[in-house]
């Protein structure tokens, strides 16, 4: 059964890092683009980036550029969102999930409970 498990978030403030990390297994990150969104109340999940499972090329929403990064540690079989300069904006629940196939920002399939990211101004 595919399981994916979220880890990393926390509260930090204005302009802080965080590194989410999505723990997955071999045959997920091997079948499977991985993929994290994100939802804060009251609002639309968003896609945030996706990596394939093909190439490990990535895709990171243009509004989120330059601030968020997506890689794969196929050693540790995880999938890390490193997020820098973060914002007010930025918090909210944030899911690893299965995408497409292709890379999706917006198809996803399978996803885990979550971690919560909170930044304060």
């Known amino acids: 059964q595919l399981q994916l498990v979220e880890s990393g978030g926390g509260a930090v403030e204005f302009g802080g890092s965080l590194r989410l990390s999505c723990a997955a297994s071999?045959?997920?990150?091997?079948?499977?683009?991985i993929a994290w969104f994100r939802q804060a109340p009251g609002k639309e999940r968003e896609g945030v980036a996706c990596?394939?499972?093909?190439?490990?090329?990535?895709v990171v929403a243009d509004s989120l550029k330059g601030r968020f990064t997506i890689s794969r540690d196929n050693a540790k079989f995880t999938v890390v969102l490193q997020m820098n300069s973060l914002k007010p904006e930025d918090t909210a629940t944030y899911y690893c999930?299965?995408?497409?196939?292709?890379?999706?920002?917006?198809?996803?399939?399978?996803w885990g409970r979550g971690t919560q990211v909170t930044v304060s101004s």
């Open positions: 999930a299965t995408a497409g196939p292709p890379c999706s920002l917006s198809d996803f399939g399978t």
């Open positions: 071999r045959f997920a990150l091997a079948s499977y683009n």
């Open positions: 990596v394939s499972s093909a190439d490990g090329s990535t």
